[in-house]
C-alpha cells in the first residue's frame, strides 16, 4: 500500500514564498507528480520528479528526495491566483501498470 | 491539442435511472482513467483503460459500468446509483501505462444523485 502525507490547510501572503511538504511511504516508486487544482476544476500538471534534486519551472520549483520519502513544492513570488489545492501524487507500478495514488491535498490561501 | 474533454458539466440523476459520462481525447494517448473526487478529497482511481482494455479495476461497484469504445473515446456507464455516489467524475489520459507519463485531466462532470 502507500502512504502520502501533506499539510491540510496553509495560509501565505501575496508576494511571498511557500513550500509545501509531502512525504510518502510506497514500494514501487517511479516518480512524484505535483497537480494545482482550483476549486471545482480539474488538476493541472505543475511538475514532475523522479530523481533526486530540484526541478525549476518558472515561479515553482519540486524537490526530491527518494531515500529521504520526501518532497516539497516551492512557489515564489505568490499571486492572488495561486490560491488551489496543491496535490502531491505519487507514481508506482505495483499492479504491473504506472499508476497515480494522490495524497489529500494542501489547500493554499494566498492573502493580500 | 492538449485537451481532454468531458460531457456533461453537470448531471442530476434519480436512483432508478441510466447515464452516462463521456470523455474524449484526441492527443493520440493510448491510457485512459476515471477518477472519483469527493469535496475536500483527492481524485480516487476507479478504471484504467490502456490500448483499450481494462487493465484496472479499483473494486468499484458494478453500478459503473466503464467502456472504451476506441482510443479516443471513454464512457462511464452510470445505474441504480447511490445518493453516495454524488461527487466530481474526471477522466484523464497519458500517454500509456508503461512508464509514469503526465496525466491531463478533462473537467469534469459534477455528478448528484437524488
Known amino acids: 500500500g502507500q502512504n502520502i502525507d501533506q499539510p491540510t490547510e496553509m495560509t501565505a501572503t501575496e508576494g511571498a514564498i511557500v513550500q509545501i511538504n509531502c512525504t510518502y511511504q510506497?514500494?514501487?516508486?517511479?516518480?512524484l507528480f505535483w497537480y494545482q487544482q482550483h476549486a471545482g476544476e480539474a488538476p493541472t500538471f505543475l511538475s514532475y520528479?523522479?530523481?533526486?534534486g530540484l526541478e525549476e519551472k518558472g515561479r515553482f520549483s519540486s524537490f526530491l528526495s527518494r531515500s529521504k520519502g520526501y518532497s516539497y513544492l516551492l512557489l515564489k513570488e505568490l499571486q492572488m491566483k495561486d490560491s488551489a489545492s496543491y496535490l502531491c501524487?505519487?507514481?508506482?507500478?505495483?499492479?504491473?501498470?504506472?499508476?497515480?495514488?494522490f495524497g489529500k491535498g494542501t489547500k493554499l490561501s494566498v492573502i493580500p | 491539442d492538449t485537451e481532454v474533454t468531458q460531457t456533461p458539466k453537470h448531471l442530476v440523476m434519480g436512483m432508478t435511472n441510466k447515464k452516462s459520462l463521456k470523455c474524449e481525447q484526441h492527443?493520440?494517448?493510448?491510457?485512459m482513467y476515471w477518477y472519483k473526487q469527493k469535496a475536500k478529497k483527492p481524485p480516487e482511481l476507479m478504471f484504467v483503460?490502456?490500448?483499450?482494455?481494462?487493465?484496472i479495476n479499483e473494486s468499484v461497484p458494478s453500478r459503473f459500468s466503464p467502456e472504451c469504445p476506441n482510443s479516443s473515446l471513454l464512457n462511464l456507464h452510470l445505474h441504480a446509483l447511490q445518493p453516495e455516489d454524488s461527487a466530481l467524475y474526471l477522466c484523464?489520459?497519458?500517454?500509456?501505462?508503461?512508464?509514469?507519463?503526465?496525466?491531463?485531466f478533462g473537467p469534469g462532470t459534477r455528478l448528484t444523485v437524488t
Open positions: 484523464a489520459s497519458s500517454q500509456d501505462t508503461s512508464s509514469s507519463y503526465e496525466q491531463y
Open positions: 510506497t514500494s514501487g516508486f517511479n516518480g
Open positions: 520528479n523522479v530523481l533526486d
Open positions: 501524487a505519487v507514481s508506482d507500478s505495483g499492479a504491473g501498470s504506472y499508476q497515480l495514488t
Open positions: 492527443m493520440g494517448h493510448r491510457a
Open positions: 483503460y490502456s490500448y483499450e482494455k481494462l487493465s
